[in-house]
C-alpha cells in the first residue's frame, strides 16, 4: 500500500498529472510534484502538495527530488503527434532522454516502483479491433514512436536494474482541466471551446475516424491500481481505455452544434479501442465512467 508513502508525480501541474495529484493526496499520500511548466499550470498543483520546478531533461537537478520516493508517476512530457512533427528534436529530448533521466534518478535512489505513462498511438493503424498489447506497434508519428521507446527503456531497466516498472497506454482521455488551447488540442476540448464560442466544430477528413475515450478520474484509479499490485512490476505493458469507440461525428453530435470540415493531419491514427482484459486481471481495473456521462458533467 502507498498509503502514507512519498510518491513523486512529474508533470504533476499538466491535465492528467494534477488530477493524479489530487486523486493521491485524497488517499494520505504525500505527494511530491516535478514540473517545468511547459505545458503545465502551476494553479492546477494541489497546494497540499510539494511542488518542484524543475525539467526532467536535467538529471543533476531532479536527482535530488527523487529521494526517499516509494513510486514515480511518470507523466511529463510534451503531448501531442502534431507537436512532435513539428519539433521532433525538442520532442525526443522530454519524451525518450527525461524518461531515461527519470529512470536513472528511480534507480539510484532505490524507488520501489516506476508508472509509465503511455500511449495508444503506438499502435498506429492494424488490422484488427479492439486493440490488444499483444499487437506489434506501428508508431506513425515521433510522438507515437518516442512513447513506445519509453516502454522499451522500463521493460530493460525492469530486466538489468530490478527497478519494477509498468506502462499504462492510455486512450484520448478527456475529464476536468484538459485544454482546449493551441494547435495540438484534442477533440473534446476543442469542441467544447468551439461551441461555447459560438463557432462551429472542426471535424478533420469524413468524422468517421474512431477514438476510444477514458475518463481522467479512470486513469488516476489505474494509475493507484498499477502502483499497488502484486502481479506487475516488471515493464508490462497495459490497456487503459474505455473498451468503447465512437466516431468523431458521433461526438459532434452528442456536444451538439454546426459543424465543418477541415483538411486530415498526418500521423493520426484511423480507429481505436482498447481492450482492456489485461488491465482487469493484473489491476483489477475497468473503466468507471461512461463518455455519455463525462460529457455532461463537462457541459454543465
Given at each position: 500500500m502507498i498509503e502514507g508513502k512519498t510518491v513523486l508525480v512529474?508533470?504533476?501541474?499538466?491535465?492528467?498529472?494534477?488530477?493524479?495529484?489530487?486523486?493521491?493526496?485524497?488517499?494520505?499520500v504525500?505527494?511530491?510534484?516535478?514540473?517545468?511548466?511547459?505545458?503545465?499550470?502551476?494553479?492546477?498543483?494541489?497546494?497540499?502538495?510539494?511542488?518542484?520546478?524543475?525539467?526532467?531533461?536535467?538529471?543533476?537537478?531532479?536527482?535530488?527530488?527523487?529521494?526517499?520516493?516509494?513510486?514515480?508517476?511518470?507523466?511529463?512530457a510534451l503531448p501531442r503527434i502534431q507537436f512532435s512533427i513539428d519539433y521532433p528534436v525538442v520532442s525526443n529530448e522530454t519524451n525518450v532522454t527525461g524518461t531515461v533521466n527519470v529512470l536513472l534518478a528511480a534507480r539510484d535512489a532505490r524507488v520501489r516502483?516506476?508508472?509509465?505513462?503511455?500511449?495508444?498511438?503506438?499502435?498506429?493503424?492494424?488490422?484488427?479491433?479492439?486493440l490488444h498489447e499483444g499487437l506489434c506497434p506501428k508508431p506513425l508519428s515521433p510522438y507515437a514512436l518516442q512513447k513506445f521507446i519509453g516502454e522499451e527503456y522500463c521493460r530493460i531497466f525492469s530486466g538489468i536494474f530490478s527497478l519494477q516498472t509498468v506502462s499504462l497506454r492510455y486512450f484520448n482521455v478527456y475529464g476536468p482541466r484538459q485544454s482546449a488551447e493551441g494547435a495540438y488540442a484534442t477533440v473534446i476540448p476543442?469542441?467544447?471551446?468551439?461551441?461555447?464560442?459560438?463557432?462551429?466544430?472542426?471535424?478533420?477528413?469524413?468524422?468517421?475516424?474512431t477514438r476510444d475515450f477514458t475518463h481522467v478520474s479512470d486513469v488516476a484509479r489505474a494509475n493507484m491500481l498499477a502502483a499497488e499490485s502484486e502481479g506487475v512490476g516488471a515493464g508490462e505493458v497495459i490497456n487503459i481505455g474505455g473498451g468503447k469507440e465512437y466516431s468523431v461525428n458521433a461526438i459532434a453530435k452528442m456536444i451538439g452544434g454546426e459543424t465543418v470540415s477541415i483538411p486530415a493531419r498526418p500521423g493520426e491514427v484511423r480507429c481505436t479501442c482498447a481492450d482492456?482484459?489485461?488491465a482487469k486481471e493484473l489491476l483489477g481495473w475497468e473503466p468507471q465512467v461512461p463518455l455519455e456521462q463525462g460529457l455532461r458533467e463537462l457541459m454543465k
Open positions: 512529474t508533470g504533476g501541474a499538466g491535465f492528467i498529472g494534477s488530477n493524479l495529484t489530487d486523486a493521491l493526496l485524497d488517499c494520505g504525500h505527494v511530491r510534484v516535478l514540473d517545468n511548466l511547459a505545458t503545465g499550470k502551476r494553479e492546477f498543483v494541489n497546494p497540499r502538495a510539494e511542488f518542484h520546478e524543475l525539467d526532467i531533461r536535467n538529471l543533476e537537478a531532479i536527482k535530488p527530488v527523487f529521494a526517499g520516493v516509494d513510486t514515480v508517476f511518470h507523466l511529463a516502483r516506476v508508472i509509465y505513462s503511455s500511449s495508444s498511438s503506438a499502435y498506429g493503424n492494424q488490422e484488427t479491433l479492439p476543442i469542441f467544447l471551446g468551439k461551441k461555447s464560442a459560438g463557432e462551429p466544430l472542426p471535424i478533420t477528413s469524413d468524422g468517421e475516424q482492456t482484459r489485461r
